[in-house]
């Protein structure tokens, strides 16, 4: 079972395989590897100890960022990822990150982000598309309002931690700018990542 994983300069955490997203572009369809070899996809989701155990194991003088992530949505486990991200800061001062959908308030039904204070130092957000449509039909979530609540989730966040919001270089110009208007009415930074087949 792949619980931590070397991506850059960067150490990523792989916590969940559940995700409240079914998105026309994912690949977990396919078999995921790391570097061809090891899968990612969990036989269990591992507990808090094996997760902090696993990357404490590292040394993590050798990263430039600790990334809370998933071969699915590590917001469901959100709660945990903090206390781990506290636990990791008192052994190693390692920049923290969570990439997520921005549906975690949906899914424990309240606002979770002040348990980002002092745990997690970045929430990068897939943003994906410029309005509640194109989302829909290219994310297709589970919740009805997940555009709206991942955009209220990156407002709230912003109290406790640098929030970017990440679209794919795919998208065309006019809806780059859209995404980034956007992005400035929640107080987020907009990252266009380079997409990749």
Same mark, same amino acid.
């Given at each position: 079972?792949?619980?931590?994983?070397?991506?850059?300069?960067? #150490?990523?955490?792989?916590? !969940?395989? *559940?995700?409240?997203? =079914?998105? !026309?572009?994912?690949?977990?369809?396919?078999?995921?590897?790391?570097?061809? !070899? @090891? &899968?990612?996809?969990?036989?269990?989701?591992?507990? $808090?100890?094996?997760?902090?155990? @696993?990357?404490?194991?590292?040394?993590?003088?050798? %990263?430039?960022?600790?990334?809370?992530?998933?071969?699915?949505?590590?917001?469901?486990? #959100? /709660?945990?990822?903090?206390?781990?991200?506290?636990?990791? $800061?008192?052994?190693?001062?390692?920049?923290?990150?969570?990439?997520?959908?921005?549906?975690?308030?949906?899914?424990?039904?309240? /606002?979770? !982000?002040?348990?980002?204070? @002092?745990?997690?130092?970045?929430?990068?957000?897939?943003?994906?598309? $410029?309005?509640?449509?194109? %989302?829909?039909?290219?994310?297709?979530?589970?919740?009805? &309002?997940? %555009? @709206? =609540? #991942? #955009?209220?989730?990156?407002?709230?966040?912003? *109290? %406790?931690?640098?929030?970017?919001?990440?679209?794919?270089?795919?998208?065309?110009?006019? /809806?780059?700018?859209?995404? *980034?208007?956007?992005?400035?009415?929640?107080?987020?930074?907009? *990252?266009?990542?380079?997409?990749?087949?």
């Amino acid at each position: 079972m792949t619980i931590t994983y070397e991506l850059g300069k960067s #150490l990523y955490v792989n916590i !969940t395989n *559940r995700c409240s997203n =079914a998105c !026309t572009f994912c690949i977990r369809k396919d078999e995921p590897t790391i570097n061809g !070899t @090891d &899968d990612l996809w969990l036989e269990k989701e591992p507990t $808090k100890e094996e997760i902090l155990e @696993d990357i404490l194991k590292r040394d993590l003088s050798k %990263y430039k960022e600790l990334v809370f992530c998933g071969y699915g949505e590590p917001s469901y486990r #959100l /709660d945990e990822i903090c206390e781990i991200a506290k636990e990791v $800061k008192k052994k190693h001062p390692i920049p923290t990150r969570i990439n997520t959908n921005g549906h975690g308030n949906l899914i424990f039904k309240k /606002d979770m !982000t002040p348990c980002l204070k @002092d745990a997690i130092d970045t929430v990068s957000i897939s943003l994906n598309a $410029k309005n509640k449509e194109e %989302y829909n039909a290219l994310c297709r979530p589970v919740f009805e &309002d997940a %555009y @709206d =609540a #991942l #955009l209220e989730f990156a407002r709230l966040a912003g *109290r %406790y931690a640098k929030v970017i919001l990440t679209i794919v270089d795919i998208l065309p110009e006019e /809806d780059q700018e859209a995404c *980034r208007r956007v992005s400035n009415s929640v107080g987020a930074e907009l *990252r266009i990542r380079s997409y990749i087949d």
